[in-house]
């Protein structure tokens, strides 16, 4: 009897041994995913971030030249171009990198004409835009789970 109390407990040791296993595989699976989504949407925010800095530049500068500029902020690298379009129209291209993350988003802008008051007086003495439309071109997610199906 007792050869076989010793080998049941070695069964059932090596049983909650493997499962241990699985559990901190599965663990790490979860936190390579949740750290992935994480960055994806710090990215997405660093392009709107760059959206709104062109727009920044947009509103102070007289001419509608077109620009390129890249910071790095808030941990992230973001990339934005305003590109002329004609007649009051600009197109601004952010493009954020956060970790292994990139995302890109497009904004049309259209500006609004400063216009004058009832009395006579100018509104502005700068130019303001609104945006028209925006896009967020579409990102493959490309989380490794080496080949586990969570």
């Known amino acids: 009897m007792g050869n076989s109390k010793t080998i049941m407990l070695g069964a059932m040791s090596l049983l909650i041994g493997m499962y241990a296993l699985k559990i901190k595989q599965a663990d790490m699976t979860v936190v390579e995913i949740g750290s992935a989504r994480a960055q994806e949407l710090q990215a997405l925010e660093l392009a709107k971030t760059g959206i709104d800095l062109a727009v920044n530049e947009l509103t102070a500068t007289s001419d509608g030249?077109?620009?390129?500029?890249?910071k790095t902020l808030m941990g992230g690298t973001v990339k934005y171009?305003?590109?002329?379009?004609?007649?009051?129209?600009?197109?601004?291209?952010?493009?954020?990198t956060f970790g292994r993350q990139v995302r890109t988003m497009t904004a049309y802008l259209t500006k609004v004409?400063?216009?004058?008051?009832r009395d006579g007086r100018k509104k502005k003495k700068w130019s303001r835009w609104t945006v028209t439309k925006m896009y967020v071109k579409p990102q493959k997610d490309n989380w490794?789970?080496?080949?586990?199906?969570i």
């Open 65 to 70: 030249l077109s620009r390129t500029r890249t």
């Open 81 to 96: 171009t305003n590109t002329d379009m004609g007649y009051g129209e600009q197109r601004v291209t952010s493009t954020a």
């Open 113 to 117: 004409e400063s216009g004058t008051y």
């Open 144 to 149: 490794s789970t080496d080949g586990d199906i």
